[in-house]
Structure formats: C-alpha cells, structure tokens
C-alpha cells in the first residue's frame, strides 16, 4: 500500500466525522426497525426450514414478507428468490400492471438501459410495446419533475401506470429523494386519482430516515443483491405497496390462481432474514465509504455527484472523469482491492442490455452484487465512475486506496 496515499486518505478521513456520526444515528434507528419487525412476527429458527416443489405453505417466506412490508412502510409485499433480479422484478409488475392498449408513462426520464428492451424503447418481440403497451416519458427538470408537463400528459392521455426510477442509473442527473417522491405523487392524485404510482427503488433502502411507504405511491420494487440483501441474500428481490397490487404482481410470477401460494424457498430463508439484519450497517458502511470517496475524489480536481456533505438519497457516488482511459484505471483498482477475483482485471465489454459498452468491477461474492463493494460504468462522455457498496467500511476504504494508486 502506498504509505503517501494512506495519509492522504487519512486525512481527508478526518474531514468526515461529522457526516459519520449522522450516518451512525441513521444505523441505529434503522436496526432498531428492523429488530422491532423480527419481535413482531416472531421470527424463529424453525423459519430457516426449507421448501421444495410447490413450495405450499411456507411459514418463513410468509414472515419475511410481512417484516418486508413493515420495514418498507407499505400494505404487502412479495419477497422471492424466484426472481433474477430487480430488472426482472420490475419487468414482472409492469407485465402484472399494464394490459393491451394501457399507458406506461416515467416522470423520471429514460429509465435505466436494462429495461428498454422491456418497454420497447428499444424492439424486442417480448417488449410491453409488442403486446400493445404504449409508453410515454418526461425528463426532469433541473433534477426536479416537470409538472406542468406531467399535468398536460395526465390530462390528455389515460395514463394505467407512472413509473419512477429513484436513483439516477447511468444519467447524469441527481437521485431523487422522498420528499420530491411525495409532493409529485401528492400532486398526481389531486389530478387523476386511479393513477398507478410505481417506483424503482433500487439502492435507496435505508438511506433516508423514512422508507418509500410514507409516500402516497402504489408500489415499489428493489433488488436483493444491493440494499435490504445486506451481502448475504445470494439473489432475489421484493415488491412491495398495495395489497391488490400485489396479488397481480404474485400471479404475474407464478400463475394465475396460485400466485403467492407457490413458490419454494428452497432454504433461502435465513439468508434473507439475515440479510436484511445486516442490511443497515452493511447500507451505512456503504454510505460512509461514498462519502469519503466524494471528499478525497473532489480534493484531486474530479467533479463528484454528490458532494461528501451532500444529502444522499441512494448509496451510489459518481466520480466524473471526463478522460475514458482514467475511468478504466479507477474501476479496475476499485476490482484490485476487492476480495474476490482481484486479480481480475476488467475490460470494457458489451454487456446484454446495455447500448454502450460497460466497465465493470464487481469482485463480490455475490455475482453482480451492488452492496459489496463495486464500480462501473459506460463508456461514454463524461465517462463517469458510478461506485457503489461496500460489506464493511474498512474494505472500502481500502479498495478506494487501491484505486487512487492505480490512478497514479
């Protein structure tokens, strides 16, 4: 390790404490609602058991559900190892959601690339467009809603679902926080009251003091491989808002008249209770390693969204290169101080469902997990680092050392 950088580190480090005691409040209460929804519903060993086949009455599936829910602020939720990802969870309540000749319309701009092909913003035979699903979207405006637009597409269109995508994906636009997630629903509802609200909330879990059931929206959907997995959950994801909603969304994954009922956890059980345990230090781990990434980062003359002081609503940092060739050397040190694979070095690719090529470190031991320690990006101007995650603060810190040293 290079000792110079070490100090740099160090001392940039020091200029953080205070942004550390708000994140160490924030982990408290956020372990302590946990631990309330484990006491409610009783959580027990016997919880861990296994389903197989059908996967009828399951006992553990059902309580994590139910803690889901609590957690998240919401009515229901549905919490399965079933699905792939957070893409396919979304992908799964848009089908479940929308039917031919509906409206899709996103608030938040284009969504991320992994669901253009879903929405037919670009074609595929499988697409919502292909089943007759039309979709409409607006950008924001100065990281804000456009709502004199939402009202005029609201009013002229019959709009079935709004979707919005919380953390900024591959943009360049800020994240968006609960408190803008409220006033926009607050506001569609006085308008069109029957409107679906639905929100990505991947990577936002636990960043804020409240979860995305305060607000006046339908549903939401999130990844088990980033926040509320904590490291531990090996795949999955959740649903969670309305209970009717969710009921479509489980006949949607299974079949129709079985929904929820079915479903074998196939003893994942206890690694997404445990995740979800782990999920608040593993969040503010993540958080406090954002945060000094943000400070050393601007500090050597890069432009970083969000500064190290800055509200953050989602645990990614973007670090804005503006020079392809030192985005690459920052990602693959971020993939040298990893635990897995460091010796990998990874090299931009065309990865399934992206348009640009992508750079990806992610040496988790969870393939693709963003709440371990992770970096990627696509390569295109302003060539920026999106980083993410980190299982403890002190292998953060230190992949983020390996990273300034490949820099130099």
Not at 121 to 147: V, W
Request: aromatic share 8%; charged share 25%.
């Amino acid at each position: 390790m290079d000792n110079d950088i070490l100090k740099y580190v160090n001392n940039a480090e020091k200029e953080c404490l205070n942004e550390f005691k708000k994140i160490d409040k924030l982990c408290f209460n956020k372990t302590k609602k946990v631990l309330d929804a484990f006491h409610k519903y009783n959580v027990c060993e016997s919880d861990f058991n296994e389903t197989t086949g059908y996967g009828y009455n399951d006992s553990g599936r059902e309580k994590i559900e139910k803690i889901f829910s609590e957690v998240l602020q919401t009515e229901d939720a549905i919490v399965r190892n079933q699905f792939v990802s957070g893409s396919h969870a979304l992908t799964v309540a848009f089908f479940a959601l929308l039917r031919p000749g509906d409206v899709l319309l996103s608030i938040s701009g284009t969504p991320y690339d992994t669901l253009h092909e879903v929405i037919g913003i670009k074609d595929n035979n499988s697409s919502l467009a292909a089943f007759g699903i039309n979709y409409l979207e607006i950008d924001l405006i100065n990281d804000d809603f456009d709502y004199s637009k939402i009202e005029e597409v609201i009013r002229n269109n019959k709009i079935k679902v709004i979707e919005i995508q919380r953390s900024k994906g591959y943009s360049t636009r800020k994240s968006i926080s609960i408190d803008k997630i409220k006033k926009v629903s607050k506001f569609i509802k006085e308008i069109d009251n029957n409107i679906i609200i639905m929100v990505d909330n991947c990577y936002c879990e636990f960043v804020s003091e409240n979860e995305i059931g305060c607000c006046d929206i339908d549903i939401a959907v999130g990844s088990l491989i980033k926040n509320l997995g904590g490291g531990i959950a090996p795949n999955g994801a959740y649903v969670a808002g309305r209970h009717d909603l969710i009921e479509l969304v489980g006949e949607r994954l299974t079949l129709p008249g079985e929904g929820r009922e079915v479903g074998p956890t196939l003893g994942i059980n206890k690694d997404i209770l445990q995740g979800l345990f782990m999920a608040p230090s593993v969040v503010c781990s993540s958080l406090k390693v954002a945060i000094l990434t943000a400070n050393v980062l601007e500090k050597l003359g890069y432009n970083v969204e969000p500064k190290y002081n800055e509200e953050r609503v989602d645990i990614v940092q973007n670090i804005i290169f503006n020079d392809k060739e030192k985005l690459i050397k920052y990602i693959q040190g971020i993939q040298n101080g990893s635990p897995i694979d460091s010796k990998t070095t990874p090299i931009p690719w065309k990865m399934p469902g992206y348009d640009d090529e992508v750079i990806m470190a992610s040496g988790s031991f969870v393939q693709g997990s963003s709440i371990e320690i992770s970096c990627d990006g696509p390569i295109r101007k302003p060539y920026i680092a999106y980083q993410q995650g980190s299982l403890n603060y002190e292998s953060g810190k230190i992949a983020l050392i390996s990273a300034l040293e490949k820099l130099k």
